[in-house]
């Protein structure tokens, strides 16, 4: 039987990969980050976090298999 984490520990477990996360994100091209970050902010008032968080891993996963040969917009003129 797995042994189910009290609230405490599953917080202190998920703010630790928030670090990381923000991290990571902070290593990252600011050309990437920042149209990100700017449209979460716009619509995270009216939609919330979990609902944008499901936006974002559903797109992730949409897009998984493919390059910046198949996106569309400038990216696809970034494509080596």
Do not use: C
């Amino acid at each position: 039987m797995v042994d189910k984490l009290s609230n405490e520990e599953m917080s202190k477990k998920m703010d630790e990969a928030a670090i990381v996360a923000e991290r990571e994100l902070k290593s990252m091209s600011q050309h990437e980050t920042v149209p990100v970050a700017r449209w979460f902010a716009r619509n995270y008032m009216n939609a919330g976090h979990k609902r944008l968080g499901r936006v974002m891993v559903a797109f992730a996963k949409a897009m998984e298999k493919t390059g910046p040969s198949q996106w569309a917009g400038k990216d696809a003129e970034v494509d080596g």
